[in-house]
C-alpha cells in the first residue's frame, strides 16, 4: 500500500527500511515512553524491528491492522509512523488509530497530513464506519491532530493504558465515515 499526499507519503515498512526505522526508534525512544506501554528490551533491537515489520504486514493481509511509515516526499526520510489497529472489517467496520513522529518534526503538521490520508483510505478503501483514538489528556499535541482531522471528543476512559507502571486516562476521540450513505 502506499498513499501519497502534499508533502508525506504514508506506505507499509519493508525489511530494507530497517536502518531507517532503528534510527527513528532510538533517537526517539525517551520521547515515545512518556506515551507509550512499556516495551520490551527487543523491541528496539535489529531483530526485533525485522519482527515487527513482518508482523505489521501479516496483519494487513489478516485485515486487522495496517501500519505505514511516513515519509517526507521531498527527502524520503522516514519521520513517523501511523497504524490502523483492532479492525473490525466485518460486524462493526471499525478500528483505533495510532501514531507517532519523530520529535525534530513535530509542529510541522505532517502528522495531521499523514492522519488525513490514513482515515480518508479506511473510509473510502476499507469502507471501514467508525475510527477511533486514544491519547492521554496533557498530551495536547495529539489531541489536536486528532481534532484537526475531524475527530471529536467522546470522553475520558479512566485509568485505560499502564504507562511507565502506572495506569493513566485517556480522552477517547472518534470519526464517522462522512461518505456513507444510511
Do not use: W
Amino acid at each position: 500500500m502506499k498513499i501519497s499526499g502534499a508533502r508525506v507519503t504514508l506506505r507499509f515498512l519493508e525489511e530494507t527500511d530497517l536502518p531507517a526505522v532503528m534510527k527513528f526508534q532510538l533517537q526517539n525512544k525517551e520521547l515515545f515512553a512518556k506515551y507509550s506501554p512499556r516495551r520490551d528490551a527487543d523491541y528496539y533491537t535489529e531483530a526485533g524491528q525485522i519482527e515487527r515489520i513482518r508482523k505489521n504486514r501479516a496483519d494487513a493481509e489478516a485485515e486487522i491492522g495496517c501500519s505505514c511509515g511516513i515519509f517526507l516526499n521531498e527527502t524520503q526520510e522516514l519521520v513517523g509512523s501511523v497504524g490502523l489497529s483492532h479492525m473490525d472489517m466485518h460486524m462493526m467496520q471499525t478500528c483505533m488509530i495510532g501514531y507517532n513522529m519523530d520529535q525534530n518534526y513535530h509542529g510541522h503538521g505532517y502528522m495531521t497530513e499523514a492522519v488525513q490520508l490514513l482515515i480518508d483510505h479506511a473510509f473510502r478503501e476499507l469502507k471501514l464506519h467508525r475510527i477511533t483514538a486514544e491519547a492521554m489528556p496533557h498530551n495536547l499535541g495529539s489531541i489536536r491532530v486528532l481534532e484537526k482531522a475531524g475527530f471529536q471528543r467522546e470522553g475520558i476512559a479512566r485509568k485505560n493504558v499502564k504507562i511507565n507502571g502506572k495506569f493513566e486516562d485517556h480522552v477517547v476521540l472518534a470519526i464517522l465515515n462522512p461518505y456513507e450513505t444510511e
